[in-house]
């Protein structure tokens, strides 16, 4: 069965600090994975995707991902976290048997403290 | 405008009330989505609009009824609902990602739906 793995509820970390927020997934065929990010109260935000090429994509807001096809992750990074990265974020997986389905994460509650 | 918005931010409403949700998106996209956000849980699909074509209907019950009456406009009806229907409803655009391609989709702030 497809399934994206975001296995921590929440992740802390002190501000300064590198951020990782774990994903793994499971799909058929070729993995376009997509990470977002939710603030409160308002939609998910599109951070970066990846397709195919390089295993490291850059996204927005100095956020990156390292795409591991071994162990089929996804783990977003940041080298050096802000108080305002604090929010929700989900990974997302292209469903491998429709064009537009998306099979999500059910999310990570990231807290930057200062 | 920019983006993709949606109204109204909140809503609450009754059992037997009728109500619809709408979003328009202004970034030229050819693809709509319906979301249904509730805490803790994935994100549900139930509707995708490519072209103004309804081309997914991820078993949603009928009291939820979309309607795409062009490419920048989507709506979903509400009607008879339940209390366990309560929760973040999402509007997405994209372009028509096609075999092969995958674009990202953009999302409006959402309509926050409390049924009483």
């Known amino acids: 069965a497809q399934s994206v793995a975001q296995p921590e509820d929440q992740v802390n970390v002190a501000e300064g600090n590198p951020l990782t927020v774990k994903c793994t997934y499971s799909v058929s065929g070729n993995p376009y994975l997509f990470w977002y990010v939710q603030y409160p109260n308002r939609g998910l935000q599109f951070l970066l995707k990846y397709i195919t090429g390089d295993n490291l994509v850059k996204g927005s807001y100095g956020f990156e991902a390292e795409f591991n096809k071994s162990q089929t992750s996804f783990h977003l990074k940041k080298p050096s976290a802000l108080v305002s990265d604090s929010a929700l974020y989900f990974c997302?997986?292209?469903?491998?048997?429709?064009?537009?389905?998306?099979?999500w994460g059910a999310g990570t509650k990231l807290i930057i403290k200062p | 405008e920019t983006g993709v918005t949606q109204t109204p931010r909140h809503l609450v409403m009754g059992m037997t009330n009728k109500k619809s949700l709408k979003c328009e998106q202004h970034l030229g996209h050819n693809a709509m989505y319906w979301y249904k956000q509730s805490a803790k849980k994935p994100l549900e699909l139930m509707f995708v609009y490519s072209l103004e074509e309804r081309v997914e209907n991820n078993s949603v019950p009928s009291r939820f009824s979309p309607e795409c009456p062009n490419s920048s406009h989507l709506f979903l009806h509400l009607h008879t609902l339940q209390p366990e229907d309560s929760a973040l409803y999402l509007c997405a655009s994209s372009q028509d990602p096609g075999a092969g391609e995958s674009y990202e989709q953009y999302f409006g702030p959402g309509t926050r739906l409390t049924v009483t």
């Open positions: 997302a997986v292209r469903d491998g048997e429709s064009n537009y389905q998306l099979i």
